[in-house]
Structure formats: structure tokens, C-alpha cells
């Protein structure tokens, strides 16, 4: 029987709510993403993040995967290379909004939404607070970003400021999950971040930097991309996706278990 919740009739989806299922929501957009990698890069991490966590938790927990989202909010700046939809933050946050509390006001009351987009987390937080405000439940929250950062830096080739955007981490997950849709022969360096501080880390890997101060303004971008791809291998996309999810799913079944 499918896990899949646009496969159920509402019988079905009855009966999961009886079950108290977990939901899973992944979230990712369509942005440009280098010459080396497809727009909707994001949204196909989420989607496979997604799926692979249904998969390791299904044969434990009832669950319901939902479906992805796949455009949200990117900043102006990247509009100059062809491929980048921006939905308005604003439009998108209360987008979000209204799915989840659909679902939370059927009576489901376990949802993880998965964030798969740099440019969400402070979005995504933002809505899970309304959301409890509005229905007292509390969404959970993953990125696979965050729940691989230590296997990744344990196996990855690039220096600092080689991991931001369309870069190792991002050409690593794709190479193994659908290398036909990559062109490394268009990979380049050459948008290594080059910049240095003490207070931002300049790599999404590197730790928590202790400010906000955007990436796109602090050098520019000639490719779209922010980092080092061309070191990026099928291998290091495996142990991201098996770290990611490994973690994720401890986690949802702590999630769901906690009445």
C-alpha cells in the first residue's frame, strides 16, 4: 500500500489519522544553480530527502509522505542568471502556512517539514511559530544541510568557502542521486569564496557564523555558483544522503513518539 499522500481516498486518510501518522513536508525551490547543475536542484534534494526517510521509517512508524514544494523565495540578485522563480517571502510563508494548518486541522499531529533551501530557515521558523499560535501543535523542522555537516566535513575535498551554493555539497548529492542531470564538464572554481572574517563563517559547513550579512554581497558571483564543484563525487554524495538521513529518521521517530 502506498505511503504517499496524494495516492490516498479519504477513508484512507481517516484511517491515518486514527493512526496519528506522521506527515512529511519537503520544501525546496527552483533557482539557477551554476552551468553545471539544474534549477531545481533544491527541490529535487528534497524530494529524494523526502522519499528516503519514508522508505528507512516506514517499516516502524505509520507515516504519509506529502509533496514537495518545489518553488519558494530567492533573492533578487540571483535573477540575473535565467532559471531563478521567486515567489515573494511573504507570499510564500503564508503558503506554507496554509498547507500545514490544513493538514494540522484535519487532525494530524505530527508534521516535519523538510527544509531544503538556504533562503527558508528563517521563513520556515517564522511559520512554525504561527503555526502553533494558530492550531497548538508543534511542526518539527530538518535540514539535511545541518544534520550532515559533520560527515560531510569529515570527507570533503574542498577548502573554506568551498561549500555555499552549487558547490560540493549540492554537485556531491546530485552526482549520486541523478548524475545524469549534472554537467561536470561546465563545473568551475571559479567562485571560490574568497572572503575571510571573524565573524562569518563564509561557508555553510564551516559552523554558525554570528551574523547575518548575505553571501551574494559579500563577493560576486560570475557563474551563479559559491564554491568549489569540481571536487564533488557520487561517494561524498552517498555519505551526505546516508548521514542525512540516518539522523532525520532517529529524530522523527523520537518526534512521533513523544505524546
Known sequence: MSWRFRDQSWPQIQEHLEKGSLLI?????????GPHLPVDTDARIAEAYGLRLAEA???HIPLLLMDT???????KIMKQWPGTIVVRSRVFMDYVFEVCRSVLEMGFDKLAVLDCHGHHSGALNTVSRELCDA????IAILSPAALSRDEFNAVRKSPPGGAIHADEWETSLLLYL???VVDMARATDEDLMRYRSEFVAGDNFLGRQQVTWSTWYLQPSKTGCYGMPTVATAETGRVIMEAAVGKGARFLKEF???R
Open 135 to 138: 492550531t497548538d501543535k508543534a
Open 57 to 59: 521509517l516506514a517499516p
Open 178 to 180: 541523478c548524475p545524469e
Open 25 to 33: 513536508l519537503p520544501v525546496g525551490t527552483t533557482e539557477e544553480h
Open 256 to 258: 512521533w513518539e513523544k
Open 69 to 75: 514544494i518545489r518553488y519558494g523565495y530567492s533573492m
